[in-house]
């Protein structure tokens, strides 16, 4: 294993861990909805104990996602997250107010009443996924930072930020809104999804079909502009001998020149649009692992396309030599080749996880189950 | 200090404070529900299913809170502390992302399991998922001490000076350094020190008020064995934490000894006035007559240390870390220009490369600690802490004799045990992390070098934005706990 094989290794592991997550949004997508899908009190406990049981993952997976960013390649984590400041914060806080919301808004005494929390699940609802997604389009849209080694040498940081903003102009940026406003359809859509493949309720299954044809029609309104522009964007690419060049149409060269990443991406965008017919068409609630799968693959190409062949996955608009890719950014080769002995565990892990999904949801949630609970929402 | 690193500082130690209210009674509460689930799958008896259910139901409560803090501290080192995560991520990030993939998953899908699957799963599939919950908490807890042992103990690592920072070249010393078993086994053993605490202080409240007898008295008697064998493990690993603090952070136990002259035969100072002669260097090296050296010998003098080297004074290594930087400033400067000087300027900062981190401070005073905060925290530490191996004790004591329900000062003051733990607990870690300071990396990079490029605004924005949520969300948690606990009908 080479030392660019390990950095490539490392970047599709970070790739996949977030499109688990923007899958794993679901959760963020059915809570934004709980006032508007759930039309009483006991409505609103299914949507909730549905998404309840669930929630942890999309946690981990985010924090997991941090932590593996971190490990391999560290020169993004103190860049993005010491500079883009005000978006990775606004986004900690809307999760921190998710990670309580479940457990407490049941409970008698709670300071905030039921619906006191509630409203939180919303507002990381969506909160949430529109913030992941500016993070995500600054991927492809650079950021305001300029990286200088040589200020550890006076003990200033080793990156700063042009913008006094501090990570808000990228919320300003009409591109990364339109990919925030897709991801947050996208956790809608398949929020609706998840919830008419797991709530055994009938009565509430056509207003889930409604909110999925809905939703599916302003993700792919916002999702299919933004892929006609990254097609045609310029793109930040790598020389061999480091210098980092402006590039016409790089993300679409990406594209032609990694066959396999170009499939994984048309296979994934059909997976999501098979899930919505399925669902929306043919009636059936199985749409959730159609569109989840083609979700995971989608943002997994489109992370590919973001740092691989030769491609700056963080470009710096400040600075274009400050620029951040796979070769400047990474942790050391036996940093990397530690961490790969250890993600050998990952399929371990991913196969508990299935168990337990399973157990939890076999048979899915229904109102007499509800109430028959020992622990519920 | 400027305002920046202040702010910056104290965010880190409110958001530090706040989780460690919350993972403590996780580790330890978690240990007691374990043991009585697997008492009623061994029994069958339903007596310890409903206990055990009552005590997971308050364990969800406080688990949702500590997983809303805790992640902050991981983004923290990203947001606040920038050169931090550059300079030594390559180190740091490591036990994290292991953390992430090895911990939380487990915790996360088995706690789902734990609360989901009474119902859906065997006995003995849902003790297993109950068990896979706390040891989840417990790797978790292995690998972030690890990550905060390296804070105090860096080792395994090499700096590189084309990258500009710190690389991995051991693995294993990093990632099972004595430091951090012993800070691990310290650490997670006071945990279960709080959970059984908490245990027997709610139990004791039952029996005041007479209400649901038998189960409290059977739930002190688990308790208190839990949190006696924790009691144990964590004197042992204290005891081994002074000895390792000894030789590795000499100037954090002078702060904490208040000790400000080094001696033969140190002086263990009980409180100012009052001390036990020779028994700091007991504690320090277990030897009745082993060198401890004072704040003055380690910041002006110098002095020779157990293993009979000479340590130079912080003026000295100052004076070293000044050339290191200056040196590393010209390598970097003509590597491209003029390659020959490049080379000589990088040999001479090999040869004080070790003092590289000294570079950053202007004077040995800057060495010092704040000794009141540090030495006093030490005390309350070790004082509450004893109080309650004192409840476990007693405890013990009065179930044997079934004496349980009868002895009432027992009772109040196994409440008042309560808060002691949560401030023990609290101390111990101003003790580790304050008598650090001004080290975020003992010895490798100040706090003062490794804090992002920020104004003090947006820290100040964030921190008061924190403290409002996070109290918010603790005076909500303790309202929900009492009223779950005044509920509760055995």
Not at chain 1, 106 to 112: A, E, H, I, Q, W
Not at chain 1, 317 to 321: E, G, I, R
Not at chain 2, 286 to 289: A, G, R
């Given at each position: 294993m080479t030392y660019s094989f390990l950095q490539q290794y490392w970047w599709f592991l970070v790739s996949l861990l977030a499109g688990l997550f923007v899958f794993l949004t679901f959760v963020q997508g059915a809570n934004s909805q709980i006032f508007s899908l759930g039309r009483n009190n006991a409505e609103r406990s299914l949507i909730v104990n549905a998404t309840g049981r669930k929630w942890e993952f999309t946690f981990t997976t985010l924090v997991t996602f941090g932590g593996a960013f971190f490990a391999s390649f560290p020169l993004f984590y103190s860049t993005s997250f010491g500079g883009a400041y005000w978006v990775w914060m606004l986004i900690l806080f809307s999760f921190i107010l998710q990670a309580v919301a479940y457990e407490f808004q049941?409970?008698?005494?709670?300071?905030?009443g039921t619906d006191g929390y509630r409203r939180f699940l919303v507002l990381n609802g969506v909160f949430g996924p529109f913030l992941v997604g500016v993070a995500v389009g600054t991927f492809f849209n650079g950021a305001e930072f300029i990286v200088c080694r040589d200020s550890m040498i006076s003990g200033a940081s080793i990156s700063s930020w042009a913008s006094p903003w501090h990570g808000l102009e990228a919320v300003c940026n009409p591109w990364n809104q339109i990919l925030g406003f897709a991801v947050l359809m996208l956790s809608r859509t398949l929020g609706a999804l998840y919830l008419q493949n797991n709530i055994n309720e009938e009565a509430l299954q056509p207003r889930f079909r409604r909110a999925v044809l809905v939703n599916a029609a302003l993700f792919l309104l916002s999702f299919l502009p933004f892929v006609a522009y990254l097609l045609t964007a310029q793109g930040w690419a790598v020389g061999n001998d480091g210098t980092v060049v402006v590039e016409d149409f790089k993300y679409l060269h990406n594209f032609l020149a990694l066959p396999l990443v170009l499939a994984l991406f048309l296979v994934g965008v059909v997976a999501v649009l098979y899930g919505l017919f399925v669902s929306i068409v043919r009636q059936k609630r199985c749409g959730i692992w159609f569109a989840g799968a083609g979700t995971v693959f989608t943002v997994l190409a489109l992370f590919l396309v973001a740092g691989l062949n030769q491609t700056c996955y963080y470009p710096s608009?400040?600075?274009?030599?400050s620029s951040l890719h796979l070769g400047n950014s990474s942790s050391s080769e036996f940093t990397l080749r530690a961490m790969t002995i250890v993600s050998a565990l990952i399929p371990f892990v991913l196969a508990y996880i299935v168990w337990a999904w399973r157990s939890i949801d076999i048979p899915g949630l229904s109102r007499t189950e509800l109430e028959n609970s020992e622990h519920k929402y | 200090m400027n305002e920046l690193l202040f702010l910056s500082r104290f965010q880190f130690a409110l958001t530090a404070c706040y989780h460690w209210l919350f993972v403590p009674l996780t580790l330890g509460l978690g240990i007691v529900m374990s043991v009585m689930e697997t008492l009623y799958v061994r029994s069958g008896d339903d007596f310890w299913k409903r206990t055990a259910q009552f005590w997971q139901k308050l364990f969800g409560i406080n688990f949702a809170v500590g997983v809303a803090t805790g992640i902050i501290l991981e983004f923290e080192f990203g947001t606040n502390w920038s050169n931090y995560s550059w300079f030594v991520g390559d180190i740091f990030g490591a036990p994290l992302a292991i953390e992430g993939i090895l911990a939380f998953f487990m915790e996360a899908t088995f706690i789902a399991l734990m609360f989901f699957g009474w119902?859906?799963?065997?006995r003995r599939a849902h003790l297993a998922s109950t068990w896979l919950t706390v040891l989840g908490a417990t790797i978790s807890a292995w690998w972030i001490l690890v990550a905060n042992s390296w804070m105090q103990h860096p080792v395994g690592m090499e700096f590189n000076p084309e990258t500009v920072r710190n690389e991995m070249l051991d693995f294993f010393a990093v990632a099972f350094s004595p430091t951090a078993v012993i800070k691990f086994s310290h650490t997670v053993l006071s945990g279960w020190m709080t959970g059984a605490v908490f245990v027997i202080a709610v139990s004791c409240w039952y029996l005041l008020k007479g209400r649901n007898m038998d189960f409290a008295k059977r739930s002190i008697k688990v308790a208190a064995i839990v949190g006696l064998i924790g009691s144990l493990g964590c004197m042992g690993a204290g005891d081994a934490s002074g000895v390792d603090i000894a030789k590795t952070q000499p100037m954090k136990l002078a702060a904490a000894e208040g000790l400000m002259e080094g001696s033969d035969a140190a002086p263990f100072s009980i409180v100012p006035g009052l001390e036990i002669p020779h028994m700091l260097s007991v504690l320090a090296t277990?030897?009745?007559?082993g060198f401890v050296p004072g704040i003055n010998d380690i910041t002006d003098n110098g002095y020779t240390n157990q293993q009979g080297e000479t340590v130079e004074s912080g003026a000295q290594k100052i004076a070293k870390g000044k050339v290191a930087l200056e040196a590393f400033s010209d390598y970097r400067r003509l590597r491209k220009s003029d390659p020959a000087a490049a080379q000589q300027a990088l040999t001479e900062f090999n040869e004080h490369k070790s003092y590289f981190g000294y570079g950053?401070?202007?004077?040995?005073?800057?060495?010092?600690?704040?000794v009141p905060v540090v030495y006093w925290s030490f005390r309350l530490m070790i004082g509450l802490g004893s109080f309650v191996v004192l409840i476990f004790l007693l405890g013990l004591w009065l179930g044997y004799k079934q004496q349980l329900e009868r002895f009432k000062p027992f009772h109040y003051a196994a409440l008042l045990a309560l808060p002691c733990v949560y401030i023990a607990g609290q101390c111990g870690w101003i003790v580790a992390e304050v008598g650090r300071q001004p080290w975020a990396i003992q010895g490798l990079l100040p706090v003062n070098a490794g804090v992002s490029s920020l104004s003090s605004g947006h820290v100040l924005a964030t921190t008061c934005i924190f403290a409002l949520i996070f109290t918010a969300l603790l005076v909500a948690e303790i309202r929900i706990m009492l009223r779950a606990i005044r509920e509760y009908q055995a």
């Open positions: 049941s409970k008698p005494g709670n300071v905030f608009l400040a600075d274009t030599q | 119902e859906k799963l065997s277990h030897d009745f007559n950053y401070l202007s004077s040995a005073e800057d060495l010092v600690p704040n």
